[in-house]
Protein backbone atom coordinates (compact mmCIF):
# COMPACT_ATOMS: atom_id res chain seq x y z
CA UNK A 1 0.00 0.00 0.00
CA UNK A 2 1.26 3.50 -1.00
CA UNK A 3 1.04 6.46 1.27
CA UNK A 4 1.68 9.71 -0.19
CA UNK A 5 3.79 12.17 2.21
CA UNK A 6 5.52 15.42 1.93
CA UNK A 7 9.02 16.29 1.75
CA UNK A 8 8.82 17.85 5.17
CA UNK A 9 6.50 15.08 6.55
CA UNK A 10 8.87 12.16 5.34
CA UNK A 11 11.66 14.18 7.06
CA UNK A 12 9.93 14.11 10.16
CA UNK A 13 8.73 10.45 10.11
CA UNK A 14 12.03 9.28 8.82
CA UNK A 15 13.96 10.92 11.88
CA UNK A 16 14.98 8.35 14.77
CA UNK A 17 15.70 11.14 17.27
CA UNK A 18 13.44 10.43 20.22
CA UNK A 19 12.71 14.48 21.17
CA UNK A 20 11.25 15.68 18.02
CA UNK A 21 9.63 19.04 17.22
CA UNK A 22 7.75 20.23 13.85
CA UNK A 23 6.72 23.83 14.08
CA UNK A 24 4.52 24.19 10.58
CA UNK A 25 2.31 26.49 8.20
CA UNK A 26 -1.74 26.16 7.83
CA UNK A 27 -2.20 23.33 5.79
CA UNK A 28 1.44 21.46 5.71
CA UNK A 29 0.09 18.34 7.56
CA UNK A 30 1.64 18.56 10.56
CA UNK A 31 -1.27 17.25 11.95
CA UNK A 32 -1.54 14.79 9.89
CA UNK A 33 2.09 13.68 10.42
CA UNK A 34 0.88 13.30 14.31
CA UNK A 35 -1.24 10.72 12.76
CA UNK A 36 1.34 8.89 11.17
CA UNK A 37 3.73 9.12 13.98
CA UNK A 38 1.19 6.84 15.98
CA UNK A 39 0.97 4.62 13.60
CA UNK A 40 4.56 3.89 14.02
CA UNK A 41 4.08 3.32 17.55
CA UNK A 42 1.13 1.39 16.99
CA UNK A 43 3.22 -0.28 14.43
CA UNK A 44 6.41 -0.89 16.64
CA UNK A 45 4.94 -1.18 20.63
CA UNK A 46 2.18 -3.78 20.61
CA UNK A 47 0.96 -3.77 24.32
CA UNK A 48 1.91 -0.52 24.73
CA UNK A 49 0.32 2.81 25.75
CA UNK A 50 1.01 6.03 24.60
CA UNK A 51 -0.28 9.66 24.97
CA UNK A 52 -2.12 12.62 22.65
CA UNK A 53 -2.10 15.64 24.53
CA UNK A 54 -3.21 18.99 24.09
CA UNK A 55 -4.25 22.56 25.67
CA UNK A 56 -8.33 21.50 25.58
CA UNK A 57 -10.50 18.42 25.02
CA UNK A 58 -12.20 19.54 22.58
CA UNK A 59 -8.82 20.51 20.39
CA UNK A 60 -8.24 16.87 20.86
CA UNK A 61 -12.07 15.70 19.40
CA UNK A 62 -12.13 17.87 16.88
CA UNK A 63 -8.87 18.38 15.44
CA UNK A 64 -6.33 16.07 15.97
CA UNK A 65 -8.31 12.23 15.67
CA UNK A 66 -10.07 13.56 12.84
CA UNK A 67 -6.81 13.66 10.82
CA UNK A 68 -5.26 10.60 12.76
CA UNK A 69 -8.47 8.67 11.24
CA UNK A 70 -7.80 9.97 8.05
CA UNK A 71 -3.81 9.05 8.03
CA UNK A 72 -4.66 5.42 9.80
CA UNK A 73 -7.13 4.96 7.17
CA UNK A 74 -3.93 5.49 4.33
CA UNK A 75 -1.81 3.12 6.10
CA UNK A 76 -4.97 -0.17 6.21
CA UNK A 77 -6.61 0.85 9.78
CA UNK A 78 -10.32 0.79 10.01
CA UNK A 79 -12.26 1.69 13.01
CA UNK A 80 -13.93 -1.52 14.55
CA UNK A 81 -17.55 -2.61 13.01
CA UNK A 82 -19.11 -4.49 15.88
CA UNK A 83 -21.66 -5.20 13.46
CA UNK A 84 -19.28 -6.89 11.03
CA UNK A 85 -16.72 -7.54 14.00
CA UNK A 86 -14.15 -6.02 11.24
CA UNK A 87 -11.49 -3.74 12.28
CA UNK A 88 -8.43 -2.58 13.91
CA UNK A 89 -9.31 0.11 16.36
CA UNK A 90 -12.32 1.35 18.58
CA UNK A 91 -12.54 4.70 20.06
CA UNK A 92 -14.10 5.55 23.77
CA UNK A 93 -15.39 2.52 24.64
CA UNK A 94 -14.03 -0.87 25.83
CA UNK A 95 -12.46 -2.99 23.12
CA UNK A 96 -13.86 -6.08 21.89
CA UNK A 97 -12.82 -9.66 23.47
CA UNK A 98 -10.09 -10.81 20.44
CA UNK A 99 -7.93 -7.66 20.80
CA UNK A 100 -4.96 -8.08 22.58
CA UNK A 101 -4.95 -5.61 25.94
CA UNK A 102 -2.35 -3.27 27.13
CA UNK A 103 0.72 -4.15 29.27
CA UNK A 104 -0.87 -1.84 31.74
CA UNK A 105 -4.73 -2.00 31.37
CA UNK A 106 -6.71 1.75 31.58
CA UNK A 107 -9.26 1.79 34.09
CA UNK A 108 -11.58 3.38 32.09
CA UNK A 109 -12.24 3.55 28.25
CA UNK A 110 -13.73 7.22 27.79
CA UNK A 111 -10.71 8.65 26.32
CA UNK A 112 -8.76 6.05 25.19
CA UNK A 113 -8.46 4.01 21.52
CA UNK A 114 -7.66 0.72 21.55
CA UNK A 115 -6.02 -1.22 18.87
CA UNK A 116 -5.98 -4.71 17.67
CA UNK A 117 -2.32 -5.50 18.40
CA UNK A 118 -3.06 -4.35 22.45
CA UNK A 119 -1.30 -0.79 21.32
CA UNK A 120 -3.76 2.12 23.31
CA UNK A 121 -3.44 5.51 23.06
CA UNK A 122 -5.07 7.80 26.03
CA UNK A 123 -6.05 11.35 24.77
CA UNK A 124 -5.10 13.26 27.43
CA UNK A 125 -5.92 17.35 27.41
CA UNK A 126 -4.40 19.80 29.73
CA UNK A 127 -8.17 21.20 30.93
CA UNK A 128 -9.21 17.94 32.37
CA UNK A 129 -6.89 16.71 34.85
CA UNK A 130 -8.74 13.44 34.94
CA UNK A 131 -7.63 12.40 31.96
CA UNK A 132 -3.87 12.93 32.15
CA UNK A 133 -3.94 12.06 36.50
CA UNK A 134 -1.27 9.32 37.35
CA UNK A 135 -0.43 7.65 33.86
CA UNK A 136 2.53 6.33 32.51
CA UNK A 137 2.71 6.13 29.02
CA UNK A 138 5.55 5.00 26.58
CA UNK A 139 5.17 7.64 23.64
CA UNK A 140 3.77 10.75 23.82
CA UNK A 141 2.41 13.43 21.25
CA UNK A 142 1.39 16.98 22.12
CA UNK A 143 -0.81 19.01 19.61
CA UNK A 144 -0.32 22.88 19.03
CA UNK A 145 2.73 22.80 21.58
CA UNK A 146 3.17 26.67 21.20
CA UNK A 147 -0.43 26.61 23.14
CA UNK A 148 0.68 24.46 26.13
CA UNK A 149 2.81 26.43 29.29
CA UNK A 150 6.02 25.23 28.92
CA UNK A 151 5.82 24.36 32.66
CA UNK A 152 2.89 22.12 31.61
CA UNK A 153 4.60 20.05 29.23
CA UNK A 154 8.23 19.96 31.06
CA UNK A 155 6.56 19.30 34.55
CA UNK A 156 3.19 17.23 34.14
CA UNK A 157 3.32 15.68 30.31
CA UNK A 158 7.06 14.99 30.19
CA UNK A 159 7.29 12.84 33.31
CA UNK A 160 4.54 10.63 32.41
CA UNK A 161 6.82 9.22 29.53
CA UNK A 162 8.67 6.01 31.71
CA UNK A 163 9.04 2.44 32.16
CA UNK A 164 8.88 -0.64 30.18
CA UNK A 165 12.58 -0.40 29.90
CA UNK A 166 13.03 -4.34 29.43
CA UNK A 167 9.90 -4.78 26.97
CA UNK A 168 10.74 -6.33 23.88
CA UNK A 169 9.90 -2.64 22.21
CA UNK A 170 11.70 -0.32 24.19
CA UNK A 171 14.65 -1.08 21.65
CA UNK A 172 12.81 1.25 18.56
CA UNK A 173 13.25 5.05 18.76
CA UNK A 174 9.51 5.20 19.35
CA UNK A 175 9.52 4.00 22.97
CA UNK A 176 10.01 6.84 24.81
CA UNK A 177 9.27 9.35 22.58
CA UNK A 178 8.11 13.34 22.74
CA UNK A 179 7.08 14.53 19.65
CA UNK A 180 5.40 18.28 19.75
CA UNK A 181 3.67 19.80 16.60
CA UNK A 182 2.50 23.33 16.34
CA UNK A 183 1.69 26.27 14.09
CA UNK A 184 4.16 29.31 14.49
CA UNK A 185 3.25 30.89 17.66
CA UNK A 186 1.57 34.38 17.92
CA UNK A 187 2.17 34.79 21.68
CA UNK A 188 5.31 34.88 23.56
CA UNK A 189 4.56 32.12 25.77
CA UNK A 190 4.94 29.27 22.92
CA UNK A 191 8.50 31.09 21.87
CA UNK A 192 9.70 27.96 24.04
CA UNK A 193 9.17 25.97 20.59
CA UNK A 194 12.08 26.92 19.39
CA UNK A 195 14.05 25.49 22.23
CA UNK A 196 14.43 22.09 20.11
CA UNK A 197 16.07 23.56 17.41
CA UNK A 198 19.03 24.97 19.78
CA UNK A 199 18.83 21.53 21.48
CA UNK A 200 19.31 19.78 18.22
CA UNK A 201 22.26 21.93 17.28
CA UNK A 202 23.71 20.68 20.62
CA UNK A 203 22.64 17.21 20.60
CA UNK A 204 21.38 16.09 16.65
CA UNK A 205 21.81 12.69 17.91
CA UNK A 206 18.76 13.01 20.51
CA UNK A 207 17.26 16.00 19.50
CA UNK A 208 15.36 16.98 15.85
CA UNK A 209 13.61 20.06 14.73
CA UNK A 210 12.06 21.14 11.70
CA UNK A 211 9.63 23.69 10.43
CA UNK A 212 7.44 23.61 7.36
CA UNK A 213 5.80 26.57 4.95
CA UNK A 214 2.79 25.92 3.54
CA UNK A 215 3.89 25.82 -0.15
CA UNK A 216 5.79 22.41 1.12
CA UNK A 217 2.25 20.45 0.73
CA UNK A 218 1.35 22.33 -2.70
CA UNK A 219 1.19 18.87 -4.51
CA UNK A 220 -2.05 18.34 -2.39
CA UNK A 221 -3.44 22.03 -1.82
CA UNK A 222 -2.44 23.62 -5.17
CA UNK A 223 -1.90 26.63 -6.48
CA UNK A 224 -5.22 28.12 -6.61
CA UNK A 225 -5.19 27.47 -2.36
CA UNK A 226 -2.41 29.83 -2.16
CA UNK A 227 -4.25 32.84 -4.16
CA UNK A 228 -7.43 32.36 -2.10
CA UNK A 229 -4.93 32.86 0.97
CA UNK A 230 -4.02 35.73 -0.37
CA UNK A 231 -7.01 37.10 -0.64
CA UNK A 232 -8.48 36.27 2.58
CA UNK A 233 -5.45 36.84 4.80
CA UNK A 234 -3.84 39.81 5.72
CA UNK A 235 0.18 40.36 4.63
CA UNK A 236 0.64 39.60 8.20
CA UNK A 237 -0.95 36.87 8.35
CA UNK A 238 -0.19 35.55 5.61
CA UNK A 239 3.32 35.78 6.89
CA UNK A 240 2.71 33.59 9.66
CA UNK A 241 0.08 31.36 9.12
CA UNK A 242 1.41 30.10 5.90
CA UNK A 243 5.14 31.50 5.68
CA UNK A 244 5.60 30.65 8.78
CA UNK A 245 7.45 33.32 9.48
CA UNK A 246 8.37 34.56 13.28
CA UNK A 247 7.24 36.93 15.23
CA UNK A 248 9.31 39.80 17.67
CA UNK A 249 8.30 41.22 20.63
CA UNK A 250 8.67 44.81 20.63
CA UNK A 251 11.02 45.63 23.07
CA UNK A 252 9.35 49.10 24.56
CA UNK A 253 5.73 47.93 25.25
CA UNK A 254 3.02 49.84 26.82
CA UNK A 255 2.11 46.96 28.92
CA UNK A 256 5.32 46.01 30.33
CA UNK A 257 3.55 44.22 33.27
CA UNK A 258 1.43 42.26 31.01
CA UNK A 259 2.68 38.40 31.40
CA UNK A 260 0.65 35.45 29.58
CA UNK A 261 1.24 32.77 32.07
CA UNK A 262 -0.40 35.29 34.41
CA UNK A 263 -3.27 36.94 32.89
CA UNK A 264 -4.49 35.01 30.30
CA UNK A 265 -6.03 31.05 30.82
CA UNK A 266 -6.53 29.03 27.86
CA UNK A 267 -8.78 26.61 30.92
CA UNK A 268 -12.24 27.94 30.36
CA UNK A 269 -14.17 25.05 28.13
CA UNK A 270 -16.94 23.15 30.10
CA UNK A 271 -17.45 19.72 29.61
CA UNK A 272 -20.39 17.28 30.16
CA UNK A 273 -19.79 13.36 31.06
CA UNK A 274 -22.42 11.20 29.45
CA UNK A 275 -22.39 7.82 28.19
CA UNK A 276 -21.13 8.61 24.49
CA UNK A 277 -17.85 10.26 25.88
CA UNK A 278 -16.73 13.83 26.78
CA UNK A 279 -18.53 16.50 25.36
CA UNK A 280 -17.43 20.35 25.40
CA UNK A 281 -20.47 22.44 26.50
CA UNK A 282 -19.45 26.50 26.48
CA UNK A 283 -17.02 27.98 28.12
CA UNK A 284 -16.67 28.44 31.79
CA UNK A 285 -16.02 31.94 32.52
CA UNK A 286 -19.22 33.27 31.30
CA UNK A 287 -21.97 33.39 33.23
CA UNK A 288 -25.68 34.17 32.14
CA UNK A 289 -26.54 35.01 35.40
CA UNK A 290 -24.58 38.19 35.78
CA UNK A 291 -24.27 41.30 34.26
CA UNK A 292 -21.72 42.00 31.54
CA UNK A 293 -19.06 44.90 30.93
CA UNK A 294 -18.64 45.95 27.58
CA UNK A 295 -16.00 48.74 26.23
CA UNK A 296 -15.56 49.94 22.63
CA UNK A 297 -13.21 51.41 20.38
CA UNK A 298 -14.86 53.42 17.19
CA UNK A 299 -12.70 53.83 14.42
CA UNK A 300 -13.83 54.70 10.46
CA UNK A 301 -12.91 51.72 9.06
CA UNK A 302 -12.74 49.15 12.07
CA UNK A 303 -15.31 49.08 15.54
CA UNK A 304 -14.09 46.89 18.18
CA UNK A 305 -15.66 44.98 21.75
CA UNK A 306 -14.65 43.53 24.25
CA UNK A 307 -17.05 41.70 27.14
CA UNK A 308 -16.06 40.94 30.63
CA UNK A 309 -17.72 39.83 33.73
CA UNK A 310 -16.76 40.26 37.50
CA UNK A 311 -15.96 36.89 39.18
CA UNK A 312 -15.19 37.04 42.69
CA UNK A 313 -11.70 38.13 43.05
CA UNK A 314 -10.70 37.87 39.31
CA UNK A 315 -12.29 40.22 36.65
CA UNK A 316 -12.41 37.91 33.51
CA UNK A 317 -12.68 39.54 29.75
CA UNK A 318 -14.16 36.45 28.59
CA UNK A 319 -14.76 37.63 24.70
CA UNK A 320 -13.67 39.80 21.62
CA UNK A 321 -15.90 41.04 18.96
CA UNK A 322 -14.99 43.61 15.93
CA UNK A 323 -16.13 44.59 12.44
CA UNK A 324 -14.19 46.21 9.53
CA UNK A 325 -15.12 47.39 6.17
CA UNK A 326 -17.02 50.41 7.57
CA UNK A 327 -19.67 48.23 8.66
CA UNK A 328 -21.69 49.79 11.32
CA UNK A 329 -21.87 49.79 15.09
CA UNK A 330 -25.18 48.62 14.91
CA UNK A 331 -24.16 45.17 13.54
CA UNK A 332 -21.37 44.91 16.34
CA UNK A 333 -24.11 45.75 18.56
CA UNK A 334 -26.36 42.76 16.52
CA UNK A 335 -23.35 40.33 16.46
CA UNK A 336 -23.18 40.28 20.53
CA UNK A 337 -27.08 39.73 21.41
CA UNK A 338 -27.10 37.21 18.79
CA UNK A 339 -24.68 35.57 20.86
CA UNK A 340 -25.54 35.68 23.95
CA UNK A 341 -29.54 34.84 23.45
CA UNK A 342 -29.76 33.02 26.26
CA UNK A 343 -28.78 35.45 29.17
CA UNK A 344 -31.01 35.29 32.31
CA UNK A 345 -33.61 38.52 31.47
CA UNK A 346 -32.92 39.21 35.07
CA UNK A 347 -29.55 39.72 34.53
CA UNK A 348 -29.81 41.25 30.74
CA UNK A 349 -27.90 44.31 32.30
CA UNK A 350 -24.90 45.91 30.55
CA UNK A 351 -22.26 48.23 31.43
CA UNK A 352 -21.17 50.58 28.96
CA UNK A 353 -17.36 51.94 29.32
CA UNK A 354 -15.30 52.60 26.16
CA UNK A 355 -14.10 55.38 24.00
CA UNK A 356 -15.12 59.06 25.49
CA UNK A 357 -15.68 60.05 21.65
CA UNK A 358 -18.56 58.08 21.62
CA UNK A 359 -20.44 60.74 23.46
CA UNK A 360 -20.13 62.78 20.79
CA UNK A 361 -23.05 63.50 18.11
CA UNK A 362 -22.33 61.71 14.70
CA UNK A 363 -22.75 63.20 11.20
CA UNK A 364 -25.83 62.64 9.56
CA UNK A 365 -27.29 61.82 12.93
CA UNK A 366 -29.29 62.96 16.07
CA UNK A 367 -28.07 59.97 18.57
CA UNK A 368 -24.17 59.63 19.88
CA UNK A 369 -22.80 56.29 19.37
CA UNK A 370 -23.20 55.12 23.08
CA UNK A 371 -27.30 56.52 22.40
CA UNK A 372 -26.67 54.40 19.09
CA UNK A 373 -25.74 51.75 21.13
CA UNK A 374 -28.28 51.52 24.14
CA UNK A 375 -31.04 51.44 21.16
CA UNK A 376 -29.14 48.55 19.74
CA UNK A 377 -28.98 46.46 23.39
CA UNK A 378 -32.58 47.84 24.02
CA UNK A 379 -34.10 46.04 20.88
CA UNK A 380 -33.19 42.27 22.33
CA UNK A 381 -34.33 42.96 25.77
CA UNK A 382 -30.82 44.51 27.48
CA UNK A 383 -30.80 47.35 30.11
CA UNK A 384 -27.48 49.50 29.81
CA UNK A 385 -25.80 51.86 31.77
CA UNK A 386 -23.38 54.14 30.35
CA UNK A 387 -20.04 54.91 32.64
CA UNK A 388 -18.38 56.84 29.92
CA UNK A 389 -18.14 60.31 31.73
CA UNK A 390 -15.42 63.19 31.89
CA UNK A 391 -12.37 63.64 29.78
CA UNK A 392 -9.47 60.68 29.28
CA UNK A 393 -6.95 60.77 31.86
CA UNK A 394 -3.03 61.72 31.44
CA UNK A 395 -0.97 59.29 29.45
CA UNK A 396 1.09 58.45 31.92
CA UNK A 397 -1.35 58.38 34.75
CA UNK A 398 -2.80 55.82 32.52
CA UNK A 399 -0.13 53.80 32.02
CA UNK A 400 0.68 53.60 36.06
CA UNK A 401 -2.25 52.50 36.80
CA UNK A 402 -2.94 49.96 34.15
CA UNK A 403 0.55 48.23 34.51
CA UNK A 404 0.29 48.57 38.62
CA UNK A 405 -2.77 46.77 38.30
CA UNK A 406 -1.14 43.96 36.14
CA UNK A 407 1.56 43.79 38.11
CA UNK A 408 -0.54 42.95 41.44
CA UNK A 409 0.27 46.42 43.11
CA UNK A 410 -3.44 47.02 43.50
CA UNK A 411 -3.62 44.53 45.85
CA UNK A 412 -7.53 45.75 46.60
CA UNK A 413 -8.56 45.26 42.99
CA UNK A 414 -9.59 41.82 41.13
CA UNK A 415 -6.83 40.36 38.75
CA UNK A 416 -7.10 40.43 35.55
CA UNK A 417 -7.46 37.18 33.46
CA UNK A 418 -8.34 37.26 29.80
CA UNK A 419 -10.06 34.14 28.25
CA UNK A 420 -7.41 33.28 25.71
CA UNK A 421 -9.46 30.58 23.38
CA UNK A 422 -11.57 33.42 22.25
CA UNK A 423 -9.75 36.82 23.06
CA UNK A 424 -6.63 36.20 20.38
CA UNK A 425 -6.77 39.09 19.09
CA UNK A 426 -6.85 41.44 22.38
CA UNK A 427 -4.00 39.71 22.99
CA UNK A 428 -1.78 40.04 20.16
CA UNK A 429 -3.04 43.86 20.24
CA UNK A 430 -1.65 44.43 23.79
CA UNK A 431 1.78 42.79 23.32
CA UNK A 432 2.38 44.66 20.51
CA UNK A 433 1.37 48.19 21.69
CA UNK A 434 4.67 50.05 21.46
CA UNK A 435 5.53 53.05 24.19
CA UNK A 436 6.86 57.05 23.40
CA UNK A 437 8.90 59.00 25.10
CA UNK A 438 5.92 60.77 26.91
CA UNK A 439 4.22 57.56 28.29
CA UNK A 440 2.29 57.04 25.58
CA UNK A 441 0.71 54.40 23.41
CA UNK A 442 2.53 54.56 20.00
CA UNK A 443 -1.41 53.91 17.66
CA UNK A 444 0.59 54.22 14.55
CA UNK A 445 -0.37 50.70 13.40
CA UNK A 446 -4.06 52.17 12.80
CA UNK A 447 -3.25 53.85 10.28
CA UNK A 448 -0.75 51.37 8.65
CA UNK A 449 -1.90 48.90 5.85
CA UNK A 450 -2.03 45.66 8.14
CA UNK A 451 -5.11 43.67 9.09
CA UNK A 452 -6.42 45.89 12.29
CA UNK A 453 -6.93 43.31 14.57
CA UNK A 454 -3.34 43.55 15.13
CA UNK A 455 -3.65 47.33 15.44
CA UNK A 456 -4.04 49.30 19.05
CA UNK A 457 -7.60 49.24 18.65
CA UNK A 458 -8.55 46.07 21.10
CA UNK A 459 -6.63 47.09 23.35
CA UNK A 460 -7.37 50.54 23.84
CA UNK A 461 -11.11 48.81 24.26
CA UNK A 462 -9.03 46.94 27.11
CA UNK A 463 -7.72 50.53 28.41
CA UNK A 464 -11.28 51.87 28.78
CA UNK A 465 -12.48 49.05 30.20
CA UNK A 466 -10.16 48.82 33.05
CA UNK A 467 -9.49 52.28 33.84
CA UNK A 468 -12.68 53.65 33.78
CA UNK A 469 -13.73 50.42 35.59
CA UNK A 470 -11.53 50.24 38.21
CA UNK A 471 -9.54 53.85 37.63
CA UNK A 472 -11.93 55.60 40.22
CA UNK A 473 -9.02 54.39 43.01
CA UNK A 474 -6.36 55.63 40.65
CA UNK A 475 -5.15 57.90 43.33
CA UNK A 476 -5.12 55.45 46.04
CA UNK A 477 -2.05 52.99 44.01
CA UNK A 478 1.15 53.97 44.64
CA UNK A 479 3.14 54.81 41.60
CA UNK A 480 5.61 52.14 41.76
CA UNK A 481 8.07 52.43 38.47
CA UNK A 482 7.84 48.91 36.70
CA UNK A 483 10.44 49.59 34.11
Avoid at 35 to 56: D, E, H, R, S
Avoid at 196 to 214: I, Q, W
Wanted: proline share 4%.
Amino acid sequence: MKVYLNRKQRRFLEARQRRKTFVAGRATGKTKALGFTKFQCFNYMPKGVGLIAGLTYGQILNNVIPECIDAWNSCGLKEYDPETGIGHYVIGRKPPRHFELPYRQPRKYTNVISFINGYATVLGSLDIADTLRGGSYDDLQVDESALVKQDDFNKILVPMIRGNLYRNFAKYPVHHSICDFTSMPWLQSGFWVFETEELAKENPDEYFYLEAKSIDNIEVLGAKWFEQQKKILSPLEYAVEIDNKRLKKLPNTFYPSFNENIHTDFNTYGYNYTDAGILVQGHRDYSPNKPIDVSFDFNANFNSMIIAQENGSEYRIIDELYLSDYQTIDKLVEDFCLKYPNHHSKYKLINIYGDRNGNNRQANSELTFYEQIIQGFAKYGWACTNHVTGLDPDHKTKHFFINNLLAGKATHLPKIIINANTCKYLIISIENSPITGEFKKDKSSEKQNIDQRYATHLSDCFDNLVFRKFGGEVYQVQEISIF
